[in-house]
């Protein structure tokens, strides 16, 4: 019996050993350090904010509005979403942030100032002025005051509306 074939036996002198017991810690412990790498590299890709996973941009069916959004956010982080708009050139767009959207965040700013802006039983209403090839964009600072799964919808009046899901970490 060679010398690495002694050493995965049991012992009893000078420490009692058990070589079986052991070799099942030493797995436990490097599939802990890989679920710690994997929890390391997500986060660096955006899992629990900005990064790779957490932005997204979704467009409408008609691609007259276009949202570019982070997925996760933090409890009480600041986190911005862009809004861009098309419609008929020179005419005012009227955006509808969607009542449930709201209700884990609140908006910091509203770049630029819109034109009309009303609270509604539907969520908020928001009124741009459309440049002369028909787009309008909005940029939103908003703080994120709740915790879990939102689901809500950005719309245009009388157009089309998207899907908006994010999720707010503790």
């Known amino acids: 019996m060679d010398a690495d074939e002694r050493q995965m036996q049991n012992r009893q002198y000078p420490v009692e050993e058990d070589i079986c017991l052991q070799r099942r810690i030493w797995r436990f412990e490097r599939l ?73 965040f609140a908006i910091d700013s509203i770049q630029p100032q819109p034109i009309r802006s009303a609270g509604t039983r539907n969520g908020l209403k928001l009124t741009l002025p459309g440049d002369d090839h028909g787009d309008s964009i909005l940029y939103l600072a908003w703080r994120s005051d709740g915790v879990g799964l939102y689901d809500g919808k950005i719309s245009v009046e009388g157009g089309g509306e998207v899907p908006i899901i994010q999720f707010i970490y503790p």
């Open 32 to 104: 802990g350090w890989y679920v710690l790498v994997l929890i390391v590299v997500m986060t660096l890709c955006g899992l629990f904010s900005n990064g790779l996973l957490s932005t997204t941009t979704v467009a409408s069916q008609q691609r007259d509005l276009i949202v570019k959004y982070e997925r996760f956010h933090r409890s009480g982080a600041v986190n911005t979403m862009v809004i861009k708009s098309h419609g008929e050139p020179g005419a005012v767009h009227t955006l509808l942030i969607d009542s449930a959207q709201l209700e884990g």
